[in-house]
Nanobody, 121 residues
Framework: QVRLVESGGGLVQPGGSLRLSCAAS????????MGWYRQAPGKQRELVAI???????NYADSVKGRFAISRDNAKNTVGLQMNSLKPEDTAVYYC???????????????WGQGTQVTVSS
């Protein structure tokens, strides 16, 4: 099995910064993509940012220029630096990883438990 553990959420004022971290552990042969999604109350879960094992990144338009995703392939970790936070960034943030557990095996998606980010004065 694969486990994703997030940390770093909290309460921050508008314009402030937070950094989220996620570590994957368990039976892992390789991880293709790692990313962050978020879900605000009453809304669907949406992609925030994603990074491939090769370092290619993709961001939601709403966070471009403010958030930066980073990844350490050796440690199976992914981070999200969030700057210039806005109240509309308030949500539960979830870590996601697409993992191959054996050589040549299928990719399977795993989720963390989520961490709350609240942007409010």
């Amino acid at each position: 099995q694969v486990r994703l553990v997030e940390s770093g959420g909290g309460l921050v004022q508008p314009g402030g910064s937070l950094r989220l971290s996620c570590a994957a552990s368990g039976n892992i042969y390789g991880i293709y993509t790692m990313g962050w999604y978020r879900q605000a109350p009453g809304k669907q879960r949406e992609l925030v940012a994603i990074v491939t094992s090769g370092g290619s990144t993709n961001y939601a338009d709403s966070v471009k220029g403010r958030f930066a995703i980073s990844r350490d392939n050796a440690k199976n970790t992914v981070g999200l630096q969030m700057n210039s936070l806005k109240p509309e960034d308030t949500a539960v943030y979830y870590c996601n990883a697409n993992v191959r557990q054996v050589y040549g095996g299928p990719l399977a998606g795993y989720w963390g438990q989520g961490t709350q980010v609240t942007v409010s004065s």
